[in-house]
């Protein structure tokens, strides 16, 4: 025991001398945990501020939010509208012509679709106070259009004429600027869907306001299936007003779209055999139709209900319900119902849709369409002649195709005005983004619309036509293509919806702001990884003409009148004429004494003269040549001097962003050499995601385009006063 006793202490000795050593032993090994775990903290919250900011950036790209942005930068920095050509459809319309002067606004909407360019509006001031009620309702939706995609100052734009602002000085207004905050946020609807909805219960028993407010609802509800914007625009259909209830039919069918959901149906199919009101029945249609769209065969059973039913607007409806359900597959049995059905029904509305309803299924196989409507193209009744002609719109949109340039030619002189109409609606949409070096018929064609507005005698409908089809054809400032396909060959539903209810233009004129919906942008814009756009070159191995934008319209000259010629009667003719008979007569005599006194001098000189000719002949020989030798250099080097001009380079280099034609596509090329290059290889259009080969460089990026933020009611800025000077006489 002792001897553990001593061993002990011995312990306790060595332990206390070493105590010292252990303790700051201790405390630089916690420091050094400490440091470790400080910097494991940092390196745990890097990563996570990374991921956050990746997770954003996917949410972005998911919602998006980052392509509408950039789209919308590229449509404003590329707008290429030529305001001649609008300058000339406002002189074209006469003052008390309403249905011009909308044509005009509705050219307007579809030129700067998405440019946020309202310059015109601006300096027009007082030719756009012109437009009342409806037409109102129209030109306020129409800001929507020219401001669509513009989510960050879109409420800000349409702020003078929303409900809440306007002071109810005008429901139309009111109304329009609803349905134009809808067309802004298609893309990002849940922004603004809960103020549309709190507009539409506040709205009272205000129809105007009503109708903008479901169809803004419907919108921004795009195929959500929202509960609440159900419930809201079913309760508004069941009030059984015309107007709010045409509207709540379609918001119910854009809010539904593509859902197929039973309830649905139910309550719309059941109200619509009960109203009597034709158009919520259309209304309603319309919003069955886009229950089902894409569906195919799960829409037969619908389609048969809808196509035995006995009111003509009920089978109007399934006629869209095919076009819809079946768009872009081409199915046979499908062309095959359409078919019987355009030559059978005894509607002229069914059998009109039955044709255009061709169309949507024949999308993804364009040149199939001309030959099979070839022969209702030229069928006696006008009404399978105009869905003819809209059906190879929509089938051929942007391809160019001269079949179906060639159908659609003789239809433009057809002998009814909404014949004309549709064939010049249907040609725009053939020709858009098409140049005049890919198809010599572009410009004849835009000569014919130029004609027909500035012609007064012209029926109103074809005027109206050709308006349209000038917007149309200069859709997005020049950038912006029809399209109810995606990059990657899918279904745009949005595209598909947008085109169907822009058809019902025939019934209802609003709804032609619709088409903007199938409008995309064609062009290419590389992005980093950071989503931002850097500044990069790529080449077209193609001569700059053949994609080059259309050359821009020289405004009439003015030509001054002259003077009026006075009226002369034939008795003073007679005397004048005696008159000067007497006095010719007289210089003759003069003559003849004159000629015989000079004969004998005349002699005697000649002999002089002939000498004089003798010598200078061959001089003068010798200069003659001397001068053609001149002549033809000249004209050789002028020859050169044009083929000089005319010679073009095989190839353009373009720089990010940049417009992109579809047929262009395949020429696009990118230098091995350039920093950046795309992920994805192959044909590349609409947002490119680019690879960084030298990260470690500074980025150079593009800077953004300034977009328009204030409403056009609102004056433009005071300027700032100059800068201090010294005046010196």
């Not at 990002?188 to 407010?213: I, P, S």
């Not at 919003?287 to 035995?308: K, N, P, R, S, V």
């Not at 029926?459 to 912006?480: E, K, P, Q, T, Y």
């Not at 290419?524 to 053949?546: H, Q, T, W, Y």
Request: charged share 25%; with cysteine; proline share 5%.
């Amino acid at each position: 025991e002792e001897e553990e006793e001593e061993e002990e202490e011995e312990e306790e000795e060595h332990t206390e001398e070493e105590r010292p050593l252990l303790t700051m032993k201790m405390v630089t090994d916690d420091g050094k945990k400490e440091e470790e775990a400080a910097q494991d903290i940092a390196a745990i919250r890097q990563a996570d501020v990374k991921q956050r900011q990746n997770l954003e950036l996917l949410r972005t790209i998911l919602t998006g939010e980052v392509s509408t942005e950039r789209f919308l930068e590229f449509l404003c920095s590329h707008n290429k509208t030529d305001i001649t050509i609008l300058k000339a459809i406002k002189s074209a319309v006469e003052p008390r012509d309403s249905i011009c002067h909308l044509g005009a606004l509705f050219a307007h909407s579809l030129m700067y679709a998405g440019t946020t360019v309202d310059s015109f509006l601006r300096a027009n001031l007082d030719w756009l106070a012109r437009a009342t009620n409806w037409a109102k309702f129209s030109a306020t939706a129409g800001l929507g259009v020219l401001h669509k995609g513009h989510v960050k100052e879109g409420r800000n734009v349409m702020a003078p004429y929303l409900p809440a602002n306007s002071g109810g000085t005008s429901p139309f207004s009111e109304g329009g600027s609803l349905y134009a905050l809808g067309i802004i946020y298609v893309d990002d609807g849940l922004e603004v869907l809960g103020y549309l909805l709190h507009a539409l219960r506040t709205a009272g028993t205000h129809e105007v306001v009503m109708h903008g407010g479901c169809l803004g609802v419907g919108l921004t509800s795009l195929g959500t299936c929202q509960a609440s914007a159900f419930e809201l625009l079913k309760g508004i259909l069941y009030s059984d007003s015309a107007i709010a209830g045409e509207a709540a039919g379609l918001g119910i069918g854009l809010c539904m779209c593509g859902s197929a959901s039973q309830e649905a149906l139910d309550d719309m199919l059941h109200y619509a055999q009960e109203t009597q009101h034709e158009k919520i029945i259309r209304g309603v249609g319309m919003g069955i139709a886009m229950l089902f769209c894409g569906h195919e065969e799960g829409a037969d059973a619908i389609i048969d209900q809808l196509t035995l039913d006995k009111d003509p607007i009920l089978r109007y409806s399934g006629m869209y319900t095919i076009a819809l359900a079946y768009c872009g597959t081409g199915n046979n049995s499908a062309i095959r119902r359409l078919l019987r059905v355009a030559v059978s029904d005894v509607s002229e509305d069914v059998r009109r849709a039955a044709v255009t309803a061709l169309g949507f299924l024949l999308i993804r196989t364009p040149e199939k369409c001309p030959e099979i409507v070839k022969l209702l193209a030229e069928s006696y009744n006008p009404h399978v002649r105009y869905g003819a002609a809209m059906a190879v719109g929509i089938a051929c949109a942007h391809t160019g195709l001269e079949e179906a340039i060639e159908l659609l030619e003789p239809m433009m002189s057809d002998s009814l005005d909404f014949v004309r109409q549709g064939a010049m609606l249907a040609m725009a949409m053939v020709l858009i983004q098409c140049t005049e070096a890919q198809n010599p018929k572009v410009a004849s064609v835009r000569k014919v619309f130029e004609k027909v507005i500035a012609d007064k005698h012209e029926d109103v409908m074809a005027r109206f036509g050709a308006m349209l089809a000038s917007g149309i054809i200069d859709a997005g400032g020049r950038n912006v293509t029809i399209s109810l396909l995606s990059v990657l060959g899918h279904l745009r539903m949005p595209a598909v919806v947008g085109m169907a209810v822009f058809l019902q233009y025939w019934y209802w004129y609003p709804l032609i702001h619709f088409l903007s919906l199938s409008f995309t942008p064609t062009c290419i814009i590389g992005l980093n990884k950071d989503l931002k756009v850097p500044k990069l070159a790529m080449r077209s191995e193609a001569r700059p003409s053949l994609f080059a934008y259309p050359s821009p319209v020289t405004p009439p000259s003015t030509v001054a009148l002259g003077k009026v010629q006075t009226a002369v009667l034939s008795a003073s003719i007679r005397t004048k004429t005696r008159a000067q008979k007497e006095k010719e007569k007289e210089k003759e005599a003069k003559e003849r004494e004159a000629m015989q006194d000079e004969s004998a001098s005349s002699v005697a000189a000649a002999d002089q003269i002939a000498d004089a000719t003798s010598t200078t002949a061959a001089a003068g020989s010798e200069v003659d040549v001397q001068a053609m030798e001149d002549v033809t250099v000249t004209s050789e080097k002028e020859k050169e001097e044009k083929e000089k001009e005319k010679a073009e380079p095989s190839f353009e280099t373009l720089h990010n962003p940049t417009r992109i034609l579809p047929d262009q596509q395949r020429y696009i090329v990118f230098d091995p050499d350039e920093r950046y290059q795309p992920v994805k290889r192959g044909k590349v259009s609409g947002i490119v995601v680019l690879r960084d080969t030298s990260p470690e460089r500074p980025e150079e990026l593009v800077d953004p385009a300034v977009l328009t933020k204030s409403s056009v009611t609102e004056e433009d800025p005071e300027p700032e006063p100059p800068e201090p000077f010294e005046y010196i006489e």
